[in-house]
């Protein structure tokens, strides 16, 4: 199924795996958010920023920093173009309040 609420359920899973310290089951369950995700939203939207994020920390956890790279400077492009839209950002008094 490609619904992003299974996207959710998948991360929050794979979540669970690695925080259990089982990234090698959780890498599958992430990249399938991750696919099910770019596939609703676009490669370009925070919800795919978030899951490349999930997917590089599983593979950091792996040793395979060489894969985790690219996916956390797509990430972090990804959350640098939001920032640059209007409304993409906290205020400076939301920035403030959270503080």
Do not use: F
């Amino acid at each position: 199924m490609r619904h992003p609420h299974v996207a959710t359920r998948l991360n929050n899973l794979a979540l669970i795996l690695r925080d259990l310290g089982l990234p090698a089951e959780a890498r599958p369950l992430q990249e399938r958010a991750l696919a099910i995700d770019e596939a609703a939203y676009g490669p370009d939207h925070p919800t795919v920023a978030r899951d490349l994020n999930n997917l590089a920390q599983i593979l950091q956890d792996l040793g395979l920093l060489g894969e985790a790279r690219p996916l956390q400077e797509r990430a972090l492009a990804i959350d640098e173009a939001q920032r640059k839209q209007p409304g993409g950002g906290p205020s400076t008094k939301e920035a403030g309040e959270r503080a």
